[in-house]
């Protein structure tokens, strides 16, 4: 299995940006897709962005398109969610999931999930 902590939120004002951060362990990182899903104060979790296992593919809800960029550094253990441009309906809390041998997607997450960390766009 693998354990996710995730970093970086916080408070920005519109137009700003963030970059948020998810360390996970686990002796096999690169077996795992990855993605970032999101979720506001009663909204259903959202689906945001996903990578492919060696980084080479990127997948994200439109809404995200053109502002947010997801990656990861295998060496590190590490995925990356960057956002610019933020807009006050990015508020929620953000949280990063694996799937082992497969990849997240809008209707199917992996097993694994943080703790999530808290974004707040202020306008």
């Known amino acids: 299995q693998v354990q996710l902590v995730e970093s970086g939120g916080g408070l920005v004002q519109a137009g700003g940006s963030l970059r948020l951060s998810c360390a996970a362990s686990?002796?096999?990182?690169?077996?795992?897709?990855m993605g970032w899903f999101r979720q506001a104060p009663g909204k259903e979790r959202e689906f945001v962005a996903s990578i492919s296992r060696g980084g080479g593919s990127t997948w994200y809800v439109d809404s995200v398109k053109g502002r947010f960029t997801i990656s990861r550094d295998n060496a590190k253990n590490t995925v990356y969610l960057q956002m610019n441009s933020l807009k006050p309906e990015d508020t929620a809390v953000y949280y990063c999931?694996?799937?082992?041998?497969?990849?997240?997607?809008?209707?199917?997450?992996?097993?694994?999930w943080g703790q999530g960390t808290q974004v707040t766009v202020s306008s």
């Open positions: 686990g002796r096999t990182f690169s077996s795992y897709g």
């Open positions: 999931n694996a799937a082992h041998n497969t990849i997240p997607d809008s209707r199917a997450a992996g097993d694994y």
